[in-house]
């Protein structure tokens, strides 16, 4: 179910944080592969800065959808 315009239900929340941690995720798996060594502490840190904006932009656009998939536009008056 969406969520209307400017409301954020628990399922988009729970959609913008599994964003964010497969974003790290992904950005790991991708070092080791490049390098073949585990990151370190400080590079996993670093990875964590773009997982939380992927997660946050994921969670503000659903902020401005409304429950029809439209963007930026308020929910349709019911007549």
Same mark, same amino acid.
């Not at 399922?11 to 599994?18: H, I, M, N, R, W």
């Not at 950005?27 to 592969?33: E, R, S």
């Given at each position: 179910?969406?969520?209307?315009?400017?409301?954020?239900?628990?399922?988009?929340?729970?959609?913008?944080? =599994?964003? %964010?941690? &497969?974003?790290?995720? /992904?950005?790991?798996?991708?070092?080791?592969? !490049?390098?073949? #060594?585990?990151?370190?502490?400080?590079?996993?840190?670093?990875?964590?800065?773009?997982? =939380?904006? %992927?997660? &946050?932009?994921?969670? /503000?656009?659903?902020?401005?959808?409304?429950? !029809?998939?439209? #963007?930026?536009?308020?929910?349709?008056?019911?007549?």
């Amino acid at each position: 179910m969406q969520s209307e315009f400017l409301k954020i239900n628990w399922l988009d929340l729970g959609k913008g944080v =599994l964003v %964010a941690v &497969l974003t790290v995720v /992904l950005q790991g798996v991708i070092d080791i592969l !490049q390098t073949g #060594l585990l990151p370190t502490l400080q590079q996993i840190y670093a990875f964590l800065g773009p997982g =939380l904006a %992927a997660g &946050l932009a994921y969670i /503000l656009k659903n902020l401005f959808t409304n429950s !029809q998939n439209e #963007l930026g536009k308020a929910e349709a008056k019911i007549i």
